[in-house]
T-cell receptor, first 115, second 114 residues
Framework: GAGVSQSPSNKVTEKGKDVELRCDPI?????LYWYRQSLGQGLEFLIY????????KSGLPSDRFSAERTGGSVSTLTIQRTQQEDSAVYLC?????????????FGPGTRLTVT | AQSVTQLGSHVSVSEGALVLLRCNYS??????LFWYVQYPNQGLQLLLK??????LVKGINGFEAEFKKSETSFHLTKPSAHMSDAAEYFC????????????FGSGTRLQVQP
């Protein structure tokens, strides 16, 4: 079937605005991850969802960042009051379950530019 | 806490030459290690992974990596580079119960010269 999809592919926003980034995982994958890829920080883990368990939010850089996953499928990452340092590529990944035996499949990412 | 260090942000080889991309890890518990490749404007694709079975791991596109505990290394190699191998390569580690999120190295951009 289809891979992980993300939308939009590119987003330009003004500083201070809120943005929502969407991730559609592979059908049937119970685990979903968000990562951020930026020039200064490389690839960083942001948040992880597994089934109906409470998400692991340990990687979120500030309280301006939040994410939800509706119905165990689609996920939205929201950044409030965007700052220039939020400019990055936001990558979503999904896997069949937890643990490294389950490969994480990555989407193409959303490139966020904050002006 | 675990970490990954990739030596060399840019590596350039000639087509047909050996590819060697270096990765060293730091972990207080046995790690699981991964190599991912990222082509321009695309997401990450898993090349290979080490999960405490065989120390020499073979992956896609002719790549392989060897886990060396004594050297805390997991270097990626390919005997003969192709132009299509030009991409960015990331080494990653996961540790701990559940082994969920990946911790990535800073990446190595591979150039292949004709």
């Amino acid at each position: 079937g289809a891979g992980v999809s993300q939308s939009p592919s590119n987003k330009v926003t003004e500083k201070g605005k809120d943005v929502e980034l969407r991730c559609d995982p592979i059908s049937g994958h119970t685990a979903l991850y968000w990562y951020r890829q930026s020039l200064g920080q490389g690839l960083e883990f942001l948040i992880y969802f597994q089934g109906n368990s409470a998400p692991d939010k340990s990687g979120l850089p500030s309280d301006r960042f939040s994410a939800e996953r509706t119905g165990g499928s689609v996920s939205t990452l929201t950044i409030q009051r965007t700052q220039q340092e939020d400019s990055a590529v936001y990558l979503c990944a999904s896997s069949q379950g937890t643990g490294d035996l389950y490969e994480q499949y990555f989407g193409p990412g959303t490139r966020l530019t904050v002006t | 806490a675990q970490s990954v260090t990739q030596l060399g942000s840019h590596v350039s080889v000639s087509e047909g030459a050996l590819v060697l991309l270096r990765c060293n890890y730091s972990s207080s518990v046995p790690p699981y290690l991964f190599w991912y490749v990222q082509y321009p404007n695309q997401g990450l694709q898993l090349l290979l992974k080490y999960t405490s079975a065989a120390t020499l791991v073979k992956g896609i596109n002719g790549f392989e990596a060897e886990f060396k505990k004594s050297e805390t290394s997991f270097h990626l190699t390919k005997p003969s580079a192709h132009m299509s191998d030009a991409a960015e390569y990331f080494c990653a580690v996961s540790v701990g119960k559940g082994r969920r999120a990946l911790t990535f190295g800073s990446g190595t951009r591979l150039q292949v010269q004709p």
